[in-house]
């Protein structure tokens, strides 16, 4: 498989990542640099499109790690983040407390086509604990959407999925990018990192959307986060939007891998 000049950017930074960059105020030359070849790189390779929002968690502050690198407003119809309750924020990413900390992304269910969907998140923490990295659930229906990097030894996820079926494989530490995506409705695929042992499918027939929006470091439960499934893992990227193939993850991740090499936090 072949990536698309993965390290070939031009030495202009593309409008997008400009945009990004002034919303933010960032003026760290090596973060500067790995937003532009971020963008370009997710464009190089057609993978801009099939994002609705991307977090990268740049900068070190709740302001610059608030913002949506696909639309960076300051609006909750762009999607920036809220966080709420204890974050640390810094160059590595946002750390939860496993108390009381959780993040509104402001991207509802509906925002994502229930059988051409992904959600991924990069956790930079080896942790055995009850919790939702990223995900919401709507009972009314029994209709939920979910990233558990590792939960009693395995990974768990679910997208867009009608009942509580989960899907699952043995995962020995929590660390790295984990992805779903739906392109039926038969079932989820997901994936961590590039590694296809780590993949699964899962048997799962998809179900209606809802305006309940996406939370990282827990679970949308019906509007709130979900008691005792607080996280207390760093994240270093997030992102939300339309199916990418099998191929297509595994382009991803090399960005995405590029993109935290850059700034020194990869795992």
Partial sequence: MMIIDPYRFSETCDPDAELFITATGITNVTQKSAICKLVSALKTNN??????????????TATTHKYNLKNPLDTDAAHRIVFNGGWTHSSTGILANGVNAYANTNVPMNAL???DAHISI???????????????????????SFIAAR?????????NTSGFTDGLTANA???????????????????KNNNVANAFNQTST?????????????????????????????YAFASL??????AETLIFHTIVQDFETLLGRQV
């Fill in 47 to 60: 993978l801009w499109i099939k994002m609705k929002a991307i977090y990268p968690f740049v900068g070190g």
């Fill in 113 to 115: 086509s229930q059988n």
């Fill in 122 to 144: 990069y956790s930079r923490t080896n942790s055995v604990i009850t919790t939702i990295d990223l995900g919401v659930q709507f009972t009314t229906i029994s209709f939920s």
């Fill in 151 to 159: 939960i009693s030894g395995n990974f768990n996820s679910r997208l």
């Fill in 173 to 191: 530490d929590s660390r790295g990018q984990y992805i779903s995506w739906r392109t039926d409705g038969s079932k989820i695929t997901t994936r």
């Fill in 206 to 234: 998809s179900a209606g959307a809802n305006v309940l929006p996406y939370f990282i470091g827990n679970l949308n439960f019906n509007g709130t986060p979900l008691g005792g499934y607080y996280s207390n893992r760093e």
């Fill in 241 to 246: 939007g339309p199916a990418l193939t099998s």
